[in-house]
């Protein structure tokens, strides 16, 4: 598990900021290595928590954590918004051995089709830089298709995620 999660961290790195970004990963969560390990450890034990144990995760980032990683909903005025609770989703992710890699870019607001509208700068197609891979769950897609994370979550109110997973190719 620690492996994968090195690997995807160093993926992240080079992908999602270097020359033309995509721009998908808005922050990683500082401890994905710690988590990796401690599921490394249960496993060896024998112990399984369940059928995502040790699977590295992404979040759109308007789904909540606590675990010092922002919620902005992609908006500048929840740019340093660290909630105290988790969403139920959350829990549920972490009590099946998911491991939580960080946030994912999004619409601002989760309202819109292109995910360009964001305060931390818009989210590019990884097939090709100069298009958009839709929205508003635009980054947890272009994420997937750039093999940043085994899977991502995003939302879906009128196609926020069916749309951007059809446009990046997942």
């Keep these: ?12 790195a080079a992908i999602n900021q270097s020359g033309p970004a995509i721009n998908a990963v808005r922050e ?11 599921a490394d450890k249960d496993l060896a034990a024998g112990r399984r928590l369940g059928p995502l144990h040790g699977i590295p995760v992404l979040l759109k980032d308007n789904i909540l954590t606590a675990d010092g990683m922002a919620a902005s909903a992609g908006a500048a005025a929840f740019a340093g918004f ?18 939580i890699i960080g946030k994912t870019n999004l619409h601002e607001f989760a309202n819109g089709g292109s995910s360009a509208s964001t305060y931390f700068g818009p989210v590019r ?7 958009i891979p839709s929205g508003s769950s635009g980054g947890s897609a272009a994420a997937v298709s750039a093999d940043l994370a085994f899977g991502a ?17 997942v």
């Excluded at 990683?28 to 401690?38: F, G, K």
């Design 153 to 169: 979550l995003g939302t879906d109110t009128g196609g926020s995620i069916r749309q951007p997973a059809a446009l990046s190719g």
């Design 82 to 99: 660290r909630p105290r609770r988790e969403a139920t989703l959350v829990n549920r992710l972490r009590r099946s051995g998911a491991i």
């Design 1 to 12: 598990v620690e492996e994968a999660a090195t690997w995807y961290l160093a993926r992240i």
């Design 125 to 131: 197609n990884p097939w090709a830089l100069d298009r």
């Design 28 to 38: 990683v969560s500082a401890r994905v290595i710690e988590d990796a390990r401690a």
